[in-house]
């Protein structure tokens, strides 16, 4: 015997288990359509006397599956499907009904919020185009909410806080550089041709940084070094302060610069790694 409705999806007899001092047919249905559920919420005491349930018999899963039991009743088979078919159709309704609802809450909150979003849309865009930089790890999340066409309230409030997060590292990164500049490299920071070499420096290494140090990969700056790097990089000239913070920052990547920068910078250039030499093919003849 197996259920007497099947929900339109698949069950399987998984042999006999004891259920409440009865040793009975269990049969389980591993992927329950929303139906079943439906049916079980709201037509419980039917479905029960009929034999349906969930249960952790029968199977190794960490979840309760839907199950019928074969009680060795006589089931109405017509009266338990008609029940099943009305309540179904009244979850059916009250979904609909809530998704109308949300589609309505929904286009009044982007009506609501096209107004507040025209200068926010259009500074958030701005910013990505000249300083993309600043957004650090959210950009890509900008990125995408900016080629939206239509914000909602949450969108609006996202755009926000991406734009005070840039303008806080923006700031932080302004306030680093107006810190009393390292005395390692202050004396040298007095060459005018130094200070040209650094921006060029600086400019070269933002260049670079086309993941704005989202990634480690030893290209562009990090992510100690970005947001300051990106703020010197913008300069049309360096002062004898910014031009020894840029080489505090530039020493820490002298290993991406040509010899010839490293000479004008530091007056030395970096020993350079040496790659492996590759190894000899195994049974190589030595002659």
Avoid at 152 to 165: H, K
Wanted: with cysteine.
């Amino acid at each position: 015997m197996s259920p007497p409705i099947d929900f339109g999806t698949a069950w399987r007899c998984v042999g006999v288990h004891r259920r409440y001092g009865n040793e009975l047919a269990l049969w389980l249905c591993d992927e329950p359509p929303a139906a079943y559920s439906d049916a079980y919420k709201r037509a419980r005491a039917s479905m029960t006397a009929a034999g349906f349930s969930w249960t952790d018999r029968g199977h190794d899963q960490p979840r309760l599956l839907a199950c019928w039991w074969d009680l060795g009743v006589t089931v109405d088979v017509d009266a338990l499907r008609a029940e099943v078919d009305r309540v179904v159709a009244e979850a059916a309704a009250e979904c609909e009904q809530k998704a109308a609802a949300e589609q309505k809450r929904h286009e009044r909150d982007v009506a609501e919020t096209e107004l507040r979003a025209l200068l926010i849309r259009s500074a958030l865009r701005a910013l990505l185009q000249e300083r993309p930089w600043a957004l650090g790890r959210a950009l890509s999340e900008a990125r995408d909410l900016a080629a939206e066409e239509a914000w909602t309230s949450w969108g609006l409030r996202s755009a926000e806080r991406y734009l005070s997060n840039a303008e806080d590292n923006i700031r932080r990164a302004e306030e680093r550089l107006s810190r009393t500049p390292p005395a390692l490299w202050f004396a040298r920071a007095a060459d005018e041709a130094v200070r040209g070499a650094a921006l060029e420096a600086c400019r070269e290494l933002s260049a670079r940084d086309e993941d704005w140090a989202a990634d480690r990969n030893s290209i562009g700056w990090s992510q100690a070094t970005c947001w300051a790097g990106h703020v010197l990089s913008e300069r049309e000239a360096l002062d004898h302060g910014e031009t020894a913070h840029a080489l505090a920052l530039l020493h820490q990547h002298r290993r991406q610069l040509s010899d010839e920068l490293n000479l004008a910078l530091f007056g030395e250039a970096p020993a350079r790694r040496r790659r492996p030499a590759p190894a000899e093919p195994a049974g190589a003849l030595l002659l």
